[in-house]
């Protein structure tokens, strides 16, 4: 269904970044390209060589380094679609302000495919004045916000604010940039 679909997936500093890796795998197995992009913060989270190993691809975090600059124009014109999944709070104000700190942030701002994200906080996070801000700014900006859930968050409570499953990320992927029809 995504064969020969470039996507990047994003993945940013929240305990729901273990469920990027199986997001990575699934459009992979669907066809797409995937490059992956971490924040710094990403990395507490979630193993760098997991991530390259399911996308066949090297995973992008740094600028620059020694040998080499991350082109974060061309990235942004390569992708058919960026997916930040999870997206944090703290990244969620930075695309709200434009404030461009990371590769990420970089490519994000770079863009010209769509962007969607599926938020991932807990509820007193979520139900913020300030999120609910952000997020109605991002969304007047174009991106698309893919619907949070209710259940046990990693604070030991229990309410909205749950990043998507990895399979209903996929299936809003297909159905809302890449038709199946």
């Known amino acids: 269904m995504l064969q020969g679909k470039k996507i990047i997936v994003g993945i940013t500093g929240s305990i729901a970044a273990y469920k990027s890796i199986y997001l990575v795998r699934l459009l992979v197995k669907q066809g797409a390209e995937v490059k992956v992009i971490v924040t710094p913060a990403a990395k507490d989270f979630v193993p760098v060589l997991t991530l390259s190993t399911l996308s066949r691809n090297p995973v992008l975090s740094d600028m620059f380094d020694e040998q080499s600059w991350a082109n974060h124009v061309m990235l942004g014109r390569w992708a058919d679609l960026i997916i930040i999944a999870p997206l944090s709070c703290n990244t969620l104000a930075k695309m709200a302000n434009g404030i461009c700190d990371n590769l990420l942030m970089a490519a994000y701002l770079s863009a010209v495919c769509p962007v969607a994200v599926a938020p991932a906080m807990d509820e007193d996070m979520w139900l913020h004045s300030a999120t609910k801000a ?48």
């Open 134 to 181: 952000n997020l109605h700014k991002i969304e007047s900006y174009g991106c698309q916000i893919i619907p949070v859930s209710s259940g046990d968050l990693a604070s030991g409570l229990h309410g909205e604010g749950r990043m998507a499953e990895p399979e209903d990320i996929a299936k809003y992927i297909i159905n809302s940039f890449f038709d199946p029809a």
